[in-house]
């Protein structure tokens, strides 16, 4: 099974700075790769995938994601974080070969004022 | 408007019962998927089905059952076997396993 770490559970950033979520995975053979984010109490929603292609993930409110195979990492960023962006974030891999999705611990965004 | 219900959004029960959490979905996705969350953990992986009538234990199946007997159903039991039930339960579904999977809005289950 895939491993998925990402690092620092807990984020701290002011509204307007960059929000940086790193995430790295243990494969020799680069998986699929997708953020998720999760509000209190809800289900988890896509913000991006990589399966093949070019290497820089644009998703939606304004993330992207860069996929870097020598690094074996597929880091979140957004240029300016907003007050909505205060959530729980998930990075997770899915094997090629089983499809599997193996979840990060998580990483929870807050936005301060 | 499709999508995944779950119901309910809170459940409690007590110690020894089992209980059955709903899913249904109605993007004609022929994959669904239980996971369980805990603080600080990520979710892990419980059953998944690839297709009716079929279903594969994921990485915690111990104390958990399903069923798939219609395409847009896969309901979890959780039964007195499992250990520690208290979580937050969630469930998706994909077109085919090698898709994007959708998420639910989760159920909380809290054994008293």
């Known amino acids: 099974a895939q491993s998925v770490t990402q690092l620092g559970s807990h984020v701290s950033v002011s509204e307007g700075a960059l929000v940086l979520l790193r995430c790295n995975y243990s494969?020799?053979?680069?998986?699929?790769l997708f953020w998720y984010v999760q509000y209190p109490n809800q289900g988890l929603q896509l913000l991006l995938k990589?399966?093949?292609?070019?290497?820089l993930v644009k998703g939606i409110n304004g993330f992207e994601a860069e996929f870097k195979k020598s690094e074996t990492s597929f880091h979140l960023t957004k240029p300016s974080a907003h007050m909505s962006d205060a959530a729980e974030y998930f990075c997770?891999?899915?094997?090629?070969?089983?499809?599997?999705?193996?979840f990060g611990a998580g990483t929870t965004v807050t936005v301060r004022a | 408007d499709g999508g995944i219900t779950q119901s309910p959004k809170y459940l409690f029960r007590k110690e020894g019962q089992n209980v059955t959490l709903s899913c249904e979905q109605n993007?004609?996705?022929?994959?669904m998927y239980w996971y369980r969350q805990d603080p600080g953990q990520g979710l892990r992986l419980i059953y998944y089905?690839?297709?009716?009538?079929?279903?594969q234990k994921g990485d915690i199946a111990e104390g958990y059952s399903v069923s798939r007997e219609k395409k847009e159903s896969f309901p979890l039991t959780v039964t007195s076997a499992q250990k520690n039930p208290t979580a937050f339960y969630l469930c998706?579904?994909?077109?085919?396993?090698?898709?994007?999977?959708?998420f639910g809005p989760g159920t909380r289950l809290t054994v008293l």
């Open positions: 998706a579904s994909s077109q085919g396993l090698a898709d994007t999977q959708y």
């Open positions: 494969s020799s053979v680069p998986p699929y």
């Open positions: 990589y399966t093949t292609g070019a290497t």
């Open positions: 997770a891999v899915s094997d090629r070969s089983d499809y599997k999705l193996s």
């Open positions: 993007l004609n996705h022929d994959a």
């Open positions: 089905s690839q297709i009716v009538n079929d279903f």
